[in-house]
């Protein structure tokens, strides 16, 4: 498998921008990965994911906000998954702000925060098994219930990989565009689940999966390959449905977890940097932005976002120069 990293600043997750610019291309890289079993995940490691395909992008999204930021505990019920019989607990928490119906309640000084898609006595009896020690929240989870991760509110990296739809053969369905991966750590993700919703739809590698709009883009599916570890592969193109759903499910089987230790020998040198903190995508369509990648046109529909973010870049510029003999 071949890997290119390219210079340039898409973003799955679009925002106002004022104009498109010109990308260069570097040299390939050619990380020792092949498709196969999944790299083990160490413990707080952020690995890659990767598709039997040429990538377009390796990118790492960092936050430096996130270490300052509110801690979450995902719990879930014996038999949930991603997005489905769990929940997220967040603090601490603004009280009030209500964002998809949170359950919003006085905890250690501050106000504490549960979503998820349990029944109201599920939530309630979550709710008193939480306690706070050191600053951040505790959960003696419920009979029936287990704790799987214990962490930051936001993922402090975000591990992205970007491809051509029709380099991997796909683009019959997702349109000539953009398919993206990603993996994050946190409870974020699961958090805004509850709150744009999301659909069972199958399952990678054995893991039950989930389809929302949240990936970004046009939608995407996302999985849980390993205890607190979200990935997500999405793509910007066609109208989100159940073919481009389906789709996503068979990359899904040609992807395989890239260790964090390859990742960061391989990936670029440069990152994306956001502040302020990350905001809840509306599901509302606001207007239409066309990002233009390499000869490819992308439609992508462009949700409000309250309140507005900045983001910020280091740049890695790659110069060619060229040599006439006569």
Not at 149 to 166: F, G, I, K, Q
Not at 261 to 278: G, T, V
Not at 284 to 295: A, G
Request: with cysteine; aromatic share 8%.
């Amino acid at each position: 498998m071949a890997y290119q990293v390219r210079d340039d600043d898409g973003d799955h997750r679009p925002e106002p921008v004022a104009s498109a610019t010109p990308s260069t291309t570097p040299s390939p890289l050619h990380p020792p990965v092949t498709a196969g079993p999944d790299a083990p995940v160490g413990k707080d490691e952020t690995p890659g994911l990767l598709i039997d395909g040429s990538t377009s992008a390796l990118l790492n999204r960092v936050d430096r906000t996130a270490p300052k930021g509110p801690w979450s505990v995902t719990v879930r019920r014996t038999d949930g998954s991603l997005g489905r019989h769990s929940a997220v607990v967040t603090f601490p928490v603004s009280q009030p702000v209500d964002q998809g119906g949170p359950f919003l309640w006085p905890l250690g000084g501050g106000f504490a925060r549960i979503r998820g898609d349990l029944s109201f006595a599920e939530l309630k009896a979550i709710v008193g098994a939480t306690v706070v020690r050191g600053g951040r929240p505790v959960v003696r989870p419920p009979q029936g219930f287990r704790v799987v991760s214990s962490a930051r509110y936001w993922s402090s990296e975000v591990h992205e990989t970007r491809y051509e739809s029709r380099d991997l053969g796909e683009s019959g369905t997702l349109d000539a565009g953009l398919t993206f991966t990603g993996v994050m750590r946190g409870g974020w993700f699961e958090d805004e689940l509850y709150a744009a919703g999301s659909e069972y739809v199958g399952s990678v590698h054995g893991k039950p999966a989930v389809s929302s709009v949240q990936v970004g883009g046009n939608g995407g599916i996302a999985w849980e390959p390993a205890a607190g570890v979200i990935a997500y592969i999405g793509y910007s193109g066609g109208q989100f449905g159940r073919a481009p759903i389906e789709a996503l499910l068979r990359l899904g089987l040609r992807s395989v977890l890239m260790s964090e230790k390859d990742w960061r020998e391989f990936s670029p040198a440069d990152s994306i940097a956001r502040s302020p903190a990350r905001t809840s995508r509306s599901k509302t369509p606001w207007l239409k932005n066309t990002v233009l990648i390499r000869s490819s046109g992308i439609s992508m529909p462009f949700l409000a976002t309250t309140p507005m973010r900045e983001t910020t870049r280091s740049l890695v510029t790659t110069k060619f120069v060229v040599a006439h003999c006569e």
